[in-house]
């Protein structure tokens, strides 16, 4: 029953963001203040892992792999279609559509939606796992990382794991329904290719018979491979495209856009519009910080996982800082040619996202030299991104199934790779992937609360283990 589930899901998640989303705003805005004050402290030279261990993989591979959590796709499908959204549809009522101030305002929020916020909310899950399993040699869990607030009641434990397996085989289905979806609208649009479900079935088919071998291999080697080719076709899109588009405009409208992103921080930060009614923060702001909070337990586990041997300074920078200039650069180069092609050329880019996002990047590739082998290169790594995001899922969901641990056997790893697959392709048939994003994200109002916990479990742990080294030092 689509349409009965996505009503039910559509009203739970206007009561949790209408009512909550003062909490979501000021929760991520803690995060961030208080990453920055640890990794600036004393605990900044912490290693995760034995004091003379070194990080498990290169800085370069390392930030392939935070991409290949989910986070690549994400990028890879709004980069064009958030700014000319903003463009088109003005974050503030009383600014006029598709003007030249419009731009500017729809690159600067775009960089802010982009930016440290996201990041926050996963290096906080990320950092307390980091530590519990190579620090103090526990299991992964959810429900470790807030045991020392909560204590160890078997209940509370179980229901906040199954939780987080829920939000996770939710968040990523849609992520791969979506992904597939913007495949087969890349391959319609530029090779006649039929938008039909049989089309999305083949990708499905393809990619889980990929992100299964990958997944056979290990850690050390599927993952690590795909994201490096991830990137490197991420960085080799990106320089073609600000070669070939209005480079100069590019520069100037990424300097602007990072001083608007600077200047209004903390104002974007705390928006709400209780004065003046309307919905638009809700449906971009508060939405994106559910949904990084939904996500939080798939994406900071895994980004645990590789960051082993860093210190704590290491991460906080490399999480909050290296991700996210790669997203505006991104959002600066993309979003900057279709904001530049509609305001100089009357493209209009804008009006073709409105109707329908998916072709968002397509368009823009209209207007440059050698479409075809851009979006032959962008649909390419549409799939790269997918099949890494699908195996980093099914390794995370396989570890949390398991106990927590790091190993998970391969016959786990297989059945999460299929039932993911198989929550898709029903989606697609039954037309209900909205829907179930929808769902996914009302999993972020209880979330918003564990981290809260996750925090202050984070800063007893850190004080505890001073406490004993200090002791250990006088003896």
Known sequence: ?????????????????????????????????????????????????????????????????????????????????????????????????????????????????????????????GLIIAFNQFNKEKNGLISTAISPVLGKSKIVSNSIDSLAVIATVMGVATSLGLGILQMNGGLSSKFGIPNSIWTQIIIAVVILLLYLLSSSTGLNKGIKWLSNINLGLCLLL????????????????????????????????????????????????????????????????????????????????????????????????????????????????????????????????????????????????????????ADSATYILSSMTSKGSLNPELVVKIIWGVLITAIALVLLLAGGLDALQTASLISALPFTLILIIIVLAFVKLLRRTNNETTKDVKK
């Open 1 to 125: 029953m689509p349409k009965r589930f996505e009503y039910v899901a559509q009203m739970l998640f206007n009561f949790t963001t209408i009512n909550f989303g003062w909490l979501y705003l000021l929760a991520v805005f803690m995060f961030i203040i208080f990453l920055i004050a640890l990794s600036l402290s004393k605990y900044g030279k912490v290693r995760l892992g034995a004091q003379n261990s070194r990080p498990d993989y290169p800085f370069f591979t390392w930030i392939g792999m935070l991409f290949s959590a989910g986070f690549g796709s994400g990028l890879v499908f709004w980069g064009v279609a958030e700014p000319m959204s903003h463009f088109f549809t003005t974050p503030f009522p009383d600014l006029g559509s598709k003007s030249e101030e419009a731009a500017r305002i729809a690159m600067g929020y775009s960089f802010f939606h982009w930016g440290i916020s996201q990041w926050s909310v996963f290096a906080i899950v």
């Open 238 to 389: 990106l320089l073609f495209v600000f070669i070939t588009g209005p480079t100069i405009f590019i520069l100037n409208s990424f300097t602007l856009g990072l001083g608007d992103y600077l200047t209004n921080f903390i104002e974007y930060s705390l928006r709400l519009t209780p004065y003046r009614g309307g919905s638009w923060v809700r449906d971009w702001t508060i939405f994106y910080w559910a949904w990084a909070i939904a996500w939080s337990p798939f994406v900071g586990a895994f980004v645990a996982r590789v960051s082993r041997g860093r210190t704590i300074r290491e991460f906080v920078f490399g999480v909050l800082i290296v991700p996210p200039a790669i997203a505006c650069l991104w959002v600066a180069v993309f979003g900057g040619t279709a904001l530049h092609s509609d305001l100089n050329s009357g493209a209009m880019i804008a009006e073709a996202v409105n109707k329908d996002v998916s072709i968002a990047l397509f368009e823009t590739f209209k207007v440059l030299p050698m479409s075809t082998i851009l979006s032959i290169l962008a649909i390419l790594l549409i799939f790269t991104f997918l099949v890494t995001s």
